[in-house]
């Protein structure tokens, strides 16, 4: 996690580019409480990392273009306080599609850093869920193969 709390957002559930922006917005000036059990430590907040997931089945032309713009708006000057203030980036935001290279996503392309992601092979996989059921003290019922 980095020290960020991971906010999700379904961009094919939030599809009108109004709706998305606002919660993008909403995302990036709020943070949570974490108030650790230690004395000394005391409440602290932890900043949201936006999680975009489906990107590509978001209204395409206006949510991707409004995403665009608070990426490209300048970070205001120290001590400057204007009454209408542009939105700009404050928290990282992580873009997850399967279209990459949709139409729409072009403009998007120059400003996110890119990764391919491959799906686990069979005997990773079934490594991986006898861990967690050995971990969670969890056993298979008779007669399932893993």
Same mark, same amino acid.
């Given at each position: ?6 906010? +999700?957002?379904? !961009?094919? @559930?939030?599809?009108? $580019? ?7 917005? =909403? /995302?990036?000036?709020? &943070? ?21 997931? +489906?990107?590509? !089945?978001? @209204?395409?032309?206006? $949510? ?7 990426? =490209? /708006?300048?970070?205001? &000057? ?40 491959? /799906? ?27």
């Amino acid at each position: 996690h980095a020290g960020y709390r991971p906010l +999700e957002v379904n !961009g094919s @559930d939030e599809r009108s $580019a109004s709706v998305l922006k606002d919660r993008v917005l =909403r /995302a990036m000036e709020s &943070a949570t409480l974490n108030i650790s059990s230690k004395k000394d430590d005391g409440p602290t907040g932890r900043p949201n990392c936006l999680i975009l997931d +489906e990107i590509d !089945g978001a @209204d395409a032309k206006g $949510a991707v273009s409004a995403l665009v713009e608070i990426i =490209r /708006a300048d970070i205001p &000057a120290k001590g400057t306080k204007a009454k209408h203030k542009n939105p700009y980036l404050r928290r990282p935001i992580i873009f997850i599609c399967n279209h990459k290279y949709a139409p729409a996503l072009r403009p998007l392309l120059p400003f996110a850093k890119q990764f391919d992601v491959t /799906a686990p092979s069979a005997n990773r996989l079934v490594a991986r869920l006898r861990a967690v059921l050995s971990a969670e003290k969890l056993s298979m019922m008779s007669g399932s193969s893993l």
